[in-house]
Every structure is written in structure tokens, then in C-alpha cells.
């Protein structure tokens, strides 16, 4: 089974939706992301009805609302930000907004479907607030709220899976927030991402043979384990995006940390006894400018705590700048979770449990009557 990764042909067959396929496009969609993001008009005021009046100008906070890959670009943005940017920026994952939410925060509502319930219900929830709310979709109820109510909106192509596009409804975050006044001068830093990805596409697309490859060589020491990731600083969320790869890709449980918070309690963890930890295989995110303190937590954290593990791995980060080191880690370990589950025999594009777990839910709530009804509420003049 191991030589089906030098097997195009015989990886095809296994990957029926062409994930594969999809992932290496990544450079195309980052900057056709950024085009699109470019052509929206942000308004200086916005009259929803006669008791909502929205004011479009420079953010005192911003709220990024949204579930799985739609909440990670968030963590992305926020963990990319953080040493630079004097805004707070937090994620939302439920279906109402914190209470300090109100005329100065910038609310993004991100669904790739358009149809994403807690999304949807937050969304409502910033216009009623008069929150300065933009959308990111492909689609469904959150095109239609946004065209309805003419809120500033960027439509991204459909028929993908949702965590494909995180390049789709990642990078017109910072494109909008420089139109609404956030100075952040990252049009060269944004422009490197695709670059690098497209270096990184001579070493890791399904041509290049397993010994030369680095995400099809990640696959093979992965198989037959459970992935434990770990980040740091502006890799937290990146490990957080790997480990639920390796859920909806390769459909294997996966465990996320990131350093120092770990060595404060999940490094108590590999004290367990080996017959458990022999079953996870840690991947540590490494970058060639991690700061020293980081550097020799990792390195004292693989003396004292991981000999046991089944194996120790490590994604080192290509790139200059922040943005294209985050996006070069997820891009190796984007395709190494698909080409595991090519190893597995596992088609990695269908998650039916997530799909029947929303059908249910909009069965149980009767979710589009009434967040419609929510909508009018708002709305009515």
C-alpha cells in the first residue's frame, strides 16, 4: 500500500473528489482571493431600517464569526496580528457576539456554504448591534441576507469544500480591513504567500516520488498513529488547522498544542505509560527565526517528554515573512493529511458525519424559517 503514493493513476482512483487536485491550486486561489476582495466598495454609512444605521469607519475591535475553517482563518489573522497590529482581534464561535460588540467593531460573518447556522445567527446579531459588519461566503443565506440588506460582501467561488477555500476567506480579512482605515501595508507580504506555495509545489504535488517529497514522507511516518501538532506564537492556529485536516481528510483522530502554554500541562501527559504513548506521533512546527526561549522549549520538550512517543516529526517553515511561513506549514500538511488518507484507502473529500449532523440540526431548529424571521425583525421599517 505505501507504493500507491509513487502511483498517480492509483491515487486518483482512491481520491474520488480530487482533493489532491484542489490543495494544489492553493497559489492560484490566494490570489485570486485578494483580486476579488479589492473590487468591494465599503460604505461610509449604511441604513438597514429606520432604527439600524451603520457607520463603516476605522475598528476599535474586530469579531470574526464563524465555525471550523471559517473560525481558523480568524485564529490566522489574529496569531499573524498580534505583535503588530494594536487592535484586538477575537473569534467567535457560537451563535450570539461577546457583549462588548457594538457601532466600533468590525464584525466579518465567514461562511464558505453561506448556510453556517451559528454564523448566520451571529451575523444577525451585529446588524442589530449596528456592528460595522461585512461577509465572506460562496453562497447560500449569507449572500442573499448580505445582498438583501446591500452589506458589504465577497462572494468566493462554490463547490469546493469548505476547508479548501480557507485561502478564499482568508485573505479578504486584511484586504477589507485596509479599506476601512486598519493601516497594515501587507500587499508584498500577501504576494510572497503565493509565491512561496508555488515554490513549494515543485517538491510536494503528487508527481514528485515519496523520497522527495516532504508532505507524502510526513504521510508515511504519520501512518498508523495518532498526529499530536504543535505550534507556537503564529503557528497556533496552523496547528490547529493540521490536526483537523487530519480529522476531515485523513479521518483520524488528532490532538493540537502550542508552546509555552503546553509545558505547563500537556507535557504531564507523555508521563503516561509507553503502551499509550507509543500510539501518537508528535509533529512539531519549526521556523528558522523562532525566538530563543521557543527554540529551547522544543528542543528541552523532545528530551524530557517525547522520547516515548511512536515518532518525533518536524514541518520546518519556508518564507521570509510571517504570513508566507504559516501558509508554507499548512500547505505541507494540507497535502501530507491528504496523502495519508490515499495510504488509508480513504476518499478524502466526504465528511458524511458532519453533513448529517447539520441536516439534523436544521431538521430540530427549522434554521432558515427562523433566522428569516429574525432577519425581517431587524429589518422592518
Known amino acids: 500500500m505505501v507504493v500507491v503514493l509513487d502511483r498517480v493513476e492509483e491515487m486518483r482512483r482512491i481520491d474520488k473528489g480530487d482533493a489532491l487536485g484542489l490543495c494544489i491550486k492553493t497559489p492560484e486561489y490566494c490570489r485570486d482571493a ?11 454609512e449604511l441604513k438597514v431600517s429606520e432604527k439600524v444605521l451603520i457607520h463603516y469607519g476605522k475598528p476599535r475591535h474586530i469579531i470574526v ?6 473560525a481558523i482563518v480568524g485564529e490566522m489573522l489574529h496569531d499573524w496580528l498580534m505583535e503588530e497590529l494594536p487592535i484586538p482581534i477575537e473569534v467567535c464561535r457560537d451563535y450570539l457576539l461577546p457583549a462588548y460588540a457594538g457601532e466600533d467593531t468590525l464584525v466579518f460573518a465567514v461562511s464558505y456554504s453561506g448556510n453556517t447556522e451559528e454564523t448566520l445567527s451571529a451575523f444577525i446579531d451585529a446588524i442589530k448591534r449596528k456592528c460595522m459588519v461585512a461577509s465572506i461566503t460562496s453562497g447560500g443565506h449569507l449572500l442573499s441576507f448580505s445582498q438583501r440588506l446591500q452589506i458589504p460582501h465577497v462572494t468566493v467561488p462554490s463547490g469546493f469544500a469548505p476547508r479548501v477555500a480557507v485561502p478564499y476567506i482568508f485573505f479578504p480579512l486584511p484586504v477589507l480591513m485596509e479599506k476601512m482605515g486598519v493601516r497594515l501595508e501587507v500587499e508584498d507580504e500577501m504576494e510572497e504567500v503565493a509565491r512561496v506555495l508555488q515554490e513549494l509545489n515543485e ?21 498508523k498513529t495518532i498526529p499530536v501538532v504543535y505550534g507556537f506564537r503564529q503557528f497556533k492556529a496552523i496547528a490547529r488547522r493540521l490536526k483537523c485536516q487530519f480529522n476531515e481528510n485523513s479521518k483520524i483522530p488528532g490532538v493540537f498544542d502550542a508552546f509555552p502554554e503546553l509545558n505547563h500541562n500537556e507535557i504531564v501527559g507523555w508521563e503516561a505509560p509507553e503502551a499509550l504513548t507509543e500510539r501518537f506521533s508528535v509533529v512539531l512546527i519549526r521556523d528558522r527565526d523562532e525566538p530563543p526561549e521557543i527554540g529551547h522549549r522544543i528542543e528541552a520538550t523532545k528530551t524530557l517528554a517525547l522520547q516515548k512517543a511512536h515518532k518525533v516529526l518536524e514541518i520546518r517553515a519556508r518564507g521570509n515573512r510571517a504570513l508566507a511561513k504559516m501558509f508554507s506549514v499548512m500547505y505541507i500538511g494540507d497535502l501530507a493529511s491528504i496523502y495519508l488518507a490515499i495510504l488509508l484507502g480513504v476518499d478524502p473529500t466526504p465528511v458524511p458525519i458532519i453533513d448529517k449532523l447539520k441536516a439534523e440540526m436544521g431538521r430540530r431548529l427549522n434554521t432558515a424559517e427562523r433566522l428569516t ?9
Open 34 to 44: 485578494v483580486q476579488r476582495a479589492r473590487q468591494v466598495n465599503i460604505p461610509k
Open 65 to 70: 464569526a464563524g465555525m471550523g475553517g471559517s
Open 203 to 223: 517538491e510536494v504535488t503528487p508527481q514528485v516520488p515519496t523520497a522527495e517529497n516532504p508532505s507524502k514522507k510526513l504521510a508515511l511516518e504519520l501512518r
Open 373 to 381: 424571521s429574525e432577519l425581517q425583525k431587524v429589518t422592518r421599517k
